[in-house]
Antibody
Framework: EVQLVESGGGLLQPGGSVRLSCAAS????????MHWVRQAPGKGLVWVSR????????SYAASVEGRFTTTRDNAKNTLDLQMNSLRAEDTAVYYC???????????WGQGILVTVSS | QSALTQPASVSGSPGQSITISCTGTSSDVGGYNYVSWYQQHPGKAPKVMIYDVSNRPSGVSNRFSGSKSGNTASLTISGLQAEDEADYYCSSYTSSSTWLFGGGTKLTVL
């Protein structure tokens, strides 16, 4: 069974940093693009970032470019999101998602809540 | 980039069909056959219902279908059932090698 399990969220202060992790299992992790997608409370889905299979190429939403960094460790089957210079508007549930074709986000992790507040 | 445009809400009675639209531009929806649709029940993670405009993953009911014309994609649900009540989101790959989601549509089964 394909599983994605996020960890590392919590209550952070504005300007602070946090590292989210996603543990993948049940599939050949290194052969898939991986994404982060977030959802602010009561709001819609917003794509955050994407990393290719070997970790050599990434892309980011304009709202997080330069503040967030996505990496992966294919030996450990883990995906990370380093989030720096946090803002209140970064408050959201963050989902780790496997990419299939360029349009298939499947499956999704259970999500992890990041709250940025003083 | 702005989110793709979806109606905020749609409704239908059991057994009826409904269609949810998703409008973008020639740089996203209209430029690629990389549109997908997601169902999200309250408190749950999204689930892919349609990908690559009209492909249905195994296990998804054939009551769900997708199409595209120009810059607008559509999700049609036929034979509405109470369990279909959820939020639905479209997504598209873009010319910037990024992805956009729609604002979401709340489906109410009357």
């Amino acid at each position: 069974e394909v599983q994605l399990v996020e960890s590392g969220g919590g209550l952070l202060q504005p300007g602070g940093s946090v590292r989210l992790s996603c543990a993948a299992s049940g599939f050949t992790f290194s052969t898939y693009w991986m994404h982060w997608v977030r959802q602010a409370p009561g709001k819609g889905l917003v794509w955050v970032s994407r990393i290719n299979g070997d970790g050599s190429d990434t892309s980011y939403a304009a709202s997080v470019e330069g503040r967030f960094t996505t990496t992966r460790d294919n030996a450990k089957n883990t995906l990370d999101l380093q989030m720096n210079s946090l803002r209140a508007e970064d408050t959201a549930v963050y989902y780790c998602v496997r990419g299939g074709s360029r349009s298939r986000f499947d499956p999704w992790g259970q999500g992890i809540l990041v709250t940025v507040s003083s | 980039q702005s989110a793709l445009t979806q109606p905020a809400s749609v409704s239908g009675s059991p057994g009826q069909s409904i269609t949810i639209s998703c409008t973008g531009t020639s740089s996203d929806v209209g430029g690629y056959n990389y549109v997908s649709w997601y169902q999200q029940h309250p408190g749950k993670a999204p689930k892919v219902m349609i990908y690559d405009v009209s492909n249905r993953p195994s296990g998804v009911s054939n009551r769900f279908s997708g199409s595209k014309s120009g810059n607008t994609a559509s999700l049609t649900i036929s034979g509405l059932q109470a369990e279909d009540e959820a939020d639905y989101y479209c997504s598209s790959y873009t010319s910037s090698s990024t992805w956009l989601f729609g604002g979401g549509t709340k489906l109410t089964v009357l």
